[in-house]
């Protein structure tokens, strides 16, 4: 007789573990598995919702509408005029015959007054002053899109930054787990000794101390991976999950030799750019306050009805009208705004040279810190491999009775002190990598990468 089961039960079986499976794939929540947390979405998202981006891009949009105001000014201007108004009696004018003799009153006016017209104005010559404050309002609006291109730089350099420290404080929380088990194995070997009067109970206590010290680094480090993660949140803009795994791939880490990473950061950071920029608003505004000494000159047309009703009608008529105003004295008021305006473009060329320098030395700094700290990494992996050597021999001569325990807790702590250091590296590294980015700027970073 063959088993319970049948075929058909066997093929209903199969159906089901191909659509567990299948489940598994496209929908591993509800594995309860959550999918690992890449260092690009992390990116995407702060772009998108962090609250310093959205203040910059607001910045943007208020110098955009200041830019468009300006041009207004150069463009005429159409007003719908309606006036009205009430008088005791209509408005008289005395008459008088060819003699020169009067002769009595005329009504010229209206007892209730309405006046509905339609008027043209148009700014024909304004000595510079409307075309300069367009080009400060152009340089304004690239000087704010420079500042939000660099403030989104800095947002990823704090972000990467922050990510990379919640890694490195995984990292010493691995660490501080692999030796407490170390201080728990050694400790049931020292009690084997000591149940048996091999040692004596100094030994067991200080096996006890160091497995007590072991957990309180633990409860430290554990400690110090919250801390990381609010960090991580601020530099993100958004709270991070915690229950998904943070992953970061790291790439080539090579510069090419010969670099020039001063003249790449020179080129490539907004920061000059956008003092560039308020340095020329300086001046479009100086010139702006000097058009003001010189002569306005405005045209003004305008038809218009008049009447006694809400809606004229009885009297149609049309006005035209040229304006020349000229400031003959102001007490040197618009010299003075000029000249205020000429003394800040000055102080920020000032700035701008201070600035030139202080890219240079944050794109040698940044380009120094990864060349140490890819040595720093190389030479911490053959330290840890050397303590790792060192813990094992020391542990081995303790078994064998030639060595005491202070030689294993020494090698203890020098092997906990190379496998930190060993995570150190590995993260000095990446903020290393992530520090030369932003001191070169995202479109000089890309520069290195082409090359």
């Keep these: 007789m063959g088993p319970w089961w049948g075929g058909r039960t066997v093929a209903r079986l199969r159906w089901s ?14 594995a309860g598995a959550e999918a690992p947390l890449s260092l690009g ?21 208020g110098k955009e509408a200041a830019l468009e105001q300006a041009r207004a000014g150069l ?33 010229t006016g209206y007892e209730e007054t309405y006046r509905a017209a339609l008027a043209l104005t148009q700014v024909l010559y304004s000595g510079g002053t409307l075309t300069y404050q367009v080009r400060a309002a152009e340089a304004a609006m690239e000087a704010a899109r420079a500042e939000e291109e660099r403030g989104r730089e800095g947002v990823l350099f704090q972000l990467r930054s922050a990510l990379y420290g919640v890694l490195r404080a995984k990292g010493r929380v691995q660490v501080a787990s692999r030796v407490v088990e170390l201080s728990e194995r050694y400790l049931e070997r020292v009690k084997a000794f000591y149940s048996v009067g091999m040692v004596p109970r100094a030994e067991l206590l200080r096996a006890q101390v160091a497995l007590s010290n072991a957990k309180v680094n633990l409860i430290r480090a554990n400690g110090a991976v919250e801390r990381a993660y609010a960090m991580l949140d601020r530099a993100c803009g958004f709270v991070v999950p915690r229950d998904r795994e943070l992953v970061v791939e790291a790439g080539d ?9 001063q003249g790449i950061a020179l080129r490539s ?10 340095r020329r608003q300086a001046l479009a505004l100086a ?23 809400f809606f004229p009608s009885e009297k149609e008529d049309y006005l035209l009208s040229l304006t020349l105003q000229w400031r003959m004295l102001d007490f040197g008021e618009v010299r003075a705004r000029a000249d205020q305006a000429r003394a800040q473009a000055e102080a920020l060329l000032g700035r701008f040279g201070d600035m030139e320098l202080q890219i240079r030395q944050e794109a040698v700094d940044a380009f120094e810190r990864l060349k140490e700290a890819r040595e720093r990494l190389a030479a911490a992996d053959v330290g840890l491999k050397q303590a790792e050597e060192d813990h094992r021999i020391a542990e081995r001569r303790y078994d064998a009775r030639v060595g005491t325990n202070l030689d294993v807790l020494d090698a203890r702590v020098r092997l906990e002190q190379a496998m930190n250091d060993l995570v150190d590296a590995r993260y000095d590294l990446l903020s290393a990598q992530a520090a030369l980015r932003y001191a070169l700027g995202e479109e000089g970073w890309g520069m290195v990468l082409r090359n």
Excluded: N, T
């Design 41 to 61: 979405e992390l990116e995407s998202r702060a772009l998108e919702v962090h609250p310093v981006l959205k203040a910059l891009r607001a910045s943007v949009r």
């Design 253 to 261: 880490l090579a510069i090419p030799q010969g670099v020039d990473v």
């Design 75 to 107: 463009a005429p201007k159409l007003d719908l005029v309606l006036y009205g108004s009430k008088a005791k009696e209509p408005p008289k004018a005395r008459v008088y015959d060819p003699l020169d003799k009067p002769v009595g009153y005329a009504v």
């Design 269 to 278: 950071r907004r920061e000059l750019r956008s003092l560039d920029m308020y």
């Design 17 to 30: 573990l191909c659509l567990l499976l299948l489940a598994l794939v496209w929908f591993p929540s509800a």
């Design 287 to 309: 010139g702006a306050a000097d058009g003001q000494g010189r002569p306005q000159l405005l045209f003004k047309g305008e038809a218009y009805r008049v009447g006694p009703d």
